[in-house]
């Protein structure tokens, strides 16, 4: 049996192990408490982290898109400007560009007013060019604002400074200058073309919810740039014109002046042809009567002559026909120039025309021993008067016969060229004609001064013909020649 005390004793050891475990319970929940509230405190400060990162999230995104604002607008800024600029820089008419600044250009800028002015140095005085935004009396109030503090303006434009309602400092001022805009935000540039007047751009608005900043300063000093390079242009533009209109007047004036000069010698150019076309004329009756009474003298009918008489009388003879191949080749000269002689023009074999010639001459040649060569396709056809290109072939190698030494060679060749005309060569081993001489031997009585023409005689007409007659072929005639060693006489006709 278990005593009572026993018992008591039992509970009593029952009830400290219950105390002592409940302790140990407790220690041990105590420790998990500490370590939660540890936990705890742990996360509210994550949480304080978070909430920090959220708030500068917040306030990144707000900037973000405040920049993306300015960004847009200054893209926006940018685009109007180079719409505007392209409109301005094409003008070229001082007067048009201050109006190609139009209002809906300026909101896009962001501005609603506008001023453009221009300093007048005759007046001495800031001159308007254009207004946007502005009533007819708000315009005088600022006229008369402006040649008040002038000043401001042209030390703006001395400094080359551009100034705002954001970067100008001093109040008192930008009070002054918000009164003459009338509105609390502006920009104003100066415009500064290199020549000519300057002057300055004012661009302003009531709209104060987006304030001025760097960005709008330049894109209206850009603007005002812009206004300066095309009123330079315009300048520029306007000299030119001025220069080349008065060069038109100078060059109209020297063609009048020369057309005149050139009828007068038209003119005095037919008068002379007339003139010896007259003379000729008149010429040929007495020369035919005086070689008839010398033809009549001569056959000793009308008596029997001296020898000494019978001398002279051929001597007239003779002169008499010099004198009358002159007066022939005069009276052809003016008859081709004034268009009275008509060429017949046929298809004819060119040697045969070259050959007739050569009968003509052979006698000559064979007596001054020239080798004489004719180097040209028995088939050759041109489109020719046979009579007047014999005179030519006549002229052409008579001349070169003539000043060609004895023994020397005087060959003549023909080529096709591609334009349906036919070139002539007369070459001869002869003297030679000076370069100076080259053109003017065709020339009525141009002769060279040299040895051969001291001796030999001649009219200075034979090239003159010559060419008169090529030219009436539609052909052309020039010579090649070197001095001492020989020339070439070349021409043109057309092919038959
Ligand atoms: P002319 O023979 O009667 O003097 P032309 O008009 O036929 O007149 O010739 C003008 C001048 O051209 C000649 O005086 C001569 O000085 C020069 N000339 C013409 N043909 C030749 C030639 N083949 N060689 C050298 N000089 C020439």
Redesign the pocket.
Known sequence: MLSYEYLISILGVIFLITIISLIAFVISKMEKIKQLSSVIESLSKSLDEMDEQAKLIVRTDIELSKTQEELDKKIAGLYTLQKLSRAISTTLEGSQIFKMVEANYLENLGFEKAYGFLWDNQKNEFSLQMSIGYSEEEISTTKAAITTDKNFFLNLIRNEKTTSSMSLTDTTLKTKIENILRSPAFVVTPILPKEGEKGFFAVATENTDTPITDGDEELITILANEIGQALENARLFEKTWHTQQQLEQKVEERTRELTNVLNAVKTINKRKSDFVSNVSHELRTPLTSIKGYAAILLTGKLGTLPPEAKERLEKINRHSDELGHIVNDLLDISRIESGKMIMNLGKHNLKEIISKADDLLSGQLKEKKINFNINIDPDASVLVDPEQIGRVFI??I???M???PAGGKISISARKLNDGMVQVD?S?T????PLG?QEA??E???????A??QE???????????KRIIKAHQGKIW?K?TLGS??T?SFTIQQG
């Open positions: 002229n052409l008579g001349n070169a003539k000043f060609t007369i001869d002869g003297c030679g004609i001489d031997i065709f009525e009585f141009f002769r060279v001064e040299n051969i023409n030999v005689k001649g009219t200075g007409l034979g090239l003159a013909l010559v010579v020649s020989g020339s006489f």
